[in-house]
């Protein structure tokens, strides 16, 4: 009864969203900024498997803290709509994030590129839909609950991105950056001795410790922030319990909100594929690190969230997306299957028999992946006013994929004249995805890691170039 009358609300709220959206076509412009926000607990309701470590051996058995999806939505002085559902869970396939796009696009009357799907990467989530699909073991009753589990997060997510397009109230957006610094490049400092070499200051290897902060006010400013959207490029694998928990992006989200009454925080991972909160293995330091990013956040909001010294943004905004064919570096011929199938790793052999599968079938082993890009572009309110010293425009680039943080930096680097925010985990969590760099290298980012996501062959040297091109293509329009 309570999933019909929430069905049934859902309905009315997107109806009734429709019309908004219609009368907008025909109607002038507002003066301001639009923005709503809408929460749903997305904690499993039973004991199922857990994702983010190939040794899981059993169910969760327990919760430590609730998991959240969480939607903004906004819409421009001109007009424009856009949504960015955050989640509080390991990564989402292509399939469903299609699906819940194709969903909510039809619902808000929006096009592909102003939907952002973005995950935390918490290793103590539970397993999502088809997700590492390859590196779990588990029996046909957790299949079955998996299953369940994806179905219901489609629903949800839909639903809560159509619930905050039903709030909308006249807002103020500001944009702000601020810096943490306990992500450490887990591929040149080894977790035993992080901790001395951070005392001696000899942590190598390139991080990235911006904390970008988009804050969204009611028009006055005269209460909290209805909602903070804050990233940083680190992976949420302080925890590796059985207990469901956001790790230490969801302490961190509900630190700014005890600090700040009445806000929704909303946490977008960046480029962390090879950084790790280091040391780790603790609830207390999970519970550190989420203060220490719930400090760098109020610096920029302010602790009373207003957001005083923040920058305001104008509209309009501008979204793009398209898929790139991301190269492989080579398809696995039958033979070179057959023989990862007999090994004693079993990802790798899963990996191959899967692949053996897809040939016996007669299909193709796939040379490219769809990989996706998505830029956001906000006007500075000073831009907007012809002044020549200011930046031209703040702009969230949305990466698919566990990217290295050599992509934030280049990318940033790239990009001089804008403000420059970059997530990842976003959209579709295929692989990892490295730098050139890392490539030549090799390790577990570079190669490691593929038969987990059911790739058997590296990414093309020439990948990199590829996703840089292409972000500057839809940052430069």
């Not at 299949?143 to 994806?150: K, S, V």
């Not at 992080?194 to 001696?200: K, M, N, S, Y």
């Not at 899967?354 to 500075?380: C, M, N, V």
């Amino acid at each position: 009864m309570l999933r019909r009358v929430r069905l049934f609300a859902v309905f009315a709220i997107g109806w009734l969203v429709g019309l908004s959206v219609a009368a907008v076509d025909g109607a002038e412009p507002a003066k301001s900024w639009q923005a709503g926000v809408a929460r749903a607990n997305v904690t499993p309701k039973k004991l199922m498997w857990l994702s983010g470590y190939g040794g899981r051996d059993r169910p969760a058995e327990g919760k430590l803290a609730d998991l959240w999806a969480k939607a903004l939505v906004v819409r421009d002085p001109d007009g424009g709509m856009a949504t960015i559902v955050t989640m509080d869970l390991i990564g989402i396939d292509r399939a469903l994030s299609q699906r819940v796009c194709g969903a909510i696009g039809k619902q808000l009357g929006i096009d592909r590129a102003r939907i952002a799907l973005c995950t935390s990467h918490t290793h103590t989530g539970p397993v999502v839909g088809e997700n590492l699909r390859l590196m779990y073991f588990y029996d046909a009753t957790q299949q079955a609950l998996i299953r369940e589990y994806a179905a219901d997060l489609e629903r949800e997510l839909v639903a809560v991105a159509v619930e905050a397009a039903g709030k909308l109230v006249p807002a103020t957006l500001r944009w702000g950056h601020g810096k943490a610094e306990f992500a450490v490049n887990r591929r040149n400092n080894p977790e035993a001795q992080a901790p001395e070499l951070r005392a001696q200051g000899k942590l190598r290897g390139p991080v990235d410790h911006d904390a970008p902060v988009l804050a969204v006010y009611g028009s006055e400013m005269e209460s909290a922030p209805l909602a903070v959207l804050f990233g940083y490029a680190c992976h949420a694998t302080v925890l590796a319990s059985y207990e469901w928990s956001g790790d230490w992006p969801g302490f961190a989200q509900e630190e700014i909100e005890r600090r700040v009454p009445g806000t929704t925080a909303m946490f977008v991972a960046g480029c962390g594929g090879d950084q790790n909160p280091l040391p780790r293995r603790s609830v207390e330091l999970a519970k550190k690190y989420g203060g220490e990013m719930a400090d760098a956040v109020l610096a920029v909001v302010g602790n009373d969230g207003r957001g005083a010294a923040m920058e305001p943004l104008a509209g309009p905004l501008e979204c793009a997306y398209r898929e790139i064919e991301l190269p492989l570096a080579k398809a696995p011929m039958r033979d070179e299957l057959q023989q990862t199938a007999a090994s004693s790793n079993r990802i790798d052999a899963a990996c191959a028999k899967h692949l053996l599968a897809q040939l016996d079938r007669g299909e193709k082993i796939a040379a490219t992946y769809p990989y996706p890009i998505q830029t956001w572009r906000f006007h500075s309110a000073a831009d907007k006013a012809n002044d020549a010293s200011s930046p031209a425009a703040a702009t969230i680039v949305i990466l698919g994929g566990e990217v290295v943080v050599d992509y934030a930096l280049s990318i940033k680097a790239e990009l001089p004249n804008q403000r420059v925010w970059v997530a990842a985990y976003a959209n579709d969590v295929m692989a990892y995805i490295p730098s050139r760099r890392i490539l030549q290298e090799g390790g577990y980012e570079g190669i490691g890691a593929q038969s987990e996501y059911g790739f058997l062959s590296p990414w093309s040297p020439d990948a990199e170039q590829h996703i840089l091109d292409e972000v500057k293509r839809q940052a430069g329009k």
